[in-house]
């Protein structure tokens, strides 16, 4: 694989929009007392910001990547995001089960890379 910057700036800023999107999926867990309509406006507006770096990612990155090779980074970051929150924000375990089960995935994810 490249490492030049049509290669690099898809996985940046998917890695960007993830953390976004994690955010707006899970951020509210901490705050249950607040009326859902507000947490979903406020996750809608996070959201709009995500969508403002995938989308990019994934054009930029289709001259480079297949699709499925796109999606295949961007749910490998989206583990790997969603791990640091849980452990990080939500102050939550990751068990040996959730490693295994991440490992698995990114098995999955190195195959889909051999097919070139």
């Known amino acids: 694989m490249s490492l030049s910057p049509a290669h690099l700036w898809p996985i940046a ?7 976004f999107m994690t ?8 705050f249950k007392g607040t009326a859902l309509p507000l947490v979903i406006a406020a996750s809608w507006g996070i959201a ?3 969508y403002c ?12 990547y297949s699709a499925a090779e796109l ?15 849980s452990v990080l924000y939500l102050g939550e375990k990751l068990t ?9 995935i990114c098995a999955g994810a190195w195959f889909v890379f051999q097919g070139k």
């Open 96 to 104: 040996l089960n959730h490693g295994i089960g991440f490992a698995l």
């Open 48 to 50: 709009f910001v995500e």
């Open 13 to 19: 800023l998917l890695i960007a929009s993830n953390v």
């Open 23 to 30: 955010i707006a999926w899970y951020g509210h867990l901490k």
């Open 53 to 64: 770096l995938a989308v990019p990612a994934n054009r930029m990155g289709h001259a480079v």
């Open 71 to 85: 999606k295949t980074i961007q749910e490998v970051i989206t583990l790997l995001v969603f791990a640091g929150f």
